[in-house]
């Protein structure tokens, strides 16, 4: 009897489990079953400190557990920035998390053009609208006009009140600018011809030196264009216009003139001549 009454248990209860099995059909513990259980799987995302079952939230995680990250419905706006001043323009903006790439926060800026156009930048002697503010008024040095080359649009600062070498670098670079480079024959020509007409026919200063080292010729931004004296060679296939028998290094010339000719000729960085600065 005893028996007997063991095998019927053991019937009744593999019965249960066939039932149960069908009740949840994957088998596999919690799951969003909650139409065919009769009890509900629990949420595996549920007591995770991230879990928000009604409102996603841009913090990397599936807060709704719907099997997707950061799908909010109204996600912050990015606006491009196309001249990497960190304020974008109004138009074309992106909805998303996290910034794509090219795309910042504010949409202020006046001009995407521009690195030197945004509201809050200082406004210096280059004929623009630095800071977003039309009325705000330009103050140049005394005897410095803005020139923009026609070829390229590029802007050039003459400057008329005759400075040594390290004093007009130091003025270019309060304007946003640096010494002139002479890349071509073109842009020699169009500039001593601008000079002549905004301070003169006399020499001036451009950007060339070999101040930190004889005989290595560099522009202002690094760029070493020319080594040794007269006898010397160009370096990197730069350009060059030296003058016939320069560089001499005649009492310690290390930084470059132009003379009216349209020619190069190293100098004596303290003397005092006119200078022009350029945006590079």
Not at 197 to 209: C, D, P, R, S
Not at 257 to 278: H, I, W, Y
Request: proline share 7%.
């Amino acid at each position: 009897m005893r028996d007997a009454g063991n095998a019927a248990l053991g019937s009744l209860l593999a019965l249960g489990l066939a039932a149960c099995a069908s009740a949840d059909p994957d088998g596999a513990g919690p799951s969003p079953d909650a139409a065919v259980d009769a009890v509900p799987d629990a949420n595996p995302c549920a007591g995770q400190p991230w879990f928000e079952p009604v409102e996603q939230t841009c913090d990397g995680h599936d807060n709704d557990c719907d099997g997707t990250t950061d799908n909010v419905e109204s996600p912050p706006m990015w606006f491009p920035d196309a001249d990497g001043d960190g304020h974008g323009a109004t138009t074309g903006a992106m909805g998303a998390c996290t910034a794509p790439g090219g795309f910042v926060a504010s949409s202020d800026d006046c001009d995407d053009t521009s690195a030197y156009i945004y509201p809050g930048r200082a406004e210096v002697c280059d004929g623009l609208d630095n800071d977003c503010v039309p009325a705000t008024g330009e103050t140049c040095s005394s005897g410095c006009v803005v020139r923009i080359r026609p070829d390229d649009n590029r802007r050039y600062l003459f400057c008329a009140v005759p400075s040594s070498w390290p004093v007009a670098e130091a003025r270019c670079t309060a304007e946003a600018m640096r010494l002139q480079r002479l890349d071509d024959a073109a842009e020699t020509a169009w500039a001593r011809t601008t000079a002549t007409a905004a301070f003169g026919a006399v020499n001036y200063w451009t950007g060339g030196n070999d101040r930190l080292s004889e005989g290595q010729w560099r522009w202002p931004d690094g760029a070493q264009f020319w080594q040794g004296t007269s006898g010397g060679a160009p370096v990197g296939g730069l350009y060059n216009t030296w003058d016939s028998g320069e560089p001499n290094n005649d009492s310690d010339e290390d930084c470059l003139e132009l003379r009216t000719n349209s020619r190069a000729n190293d100098g004596q960085c303290s003397g005092a001549k006119p200078f022009v600065c350029e945006r590079y």
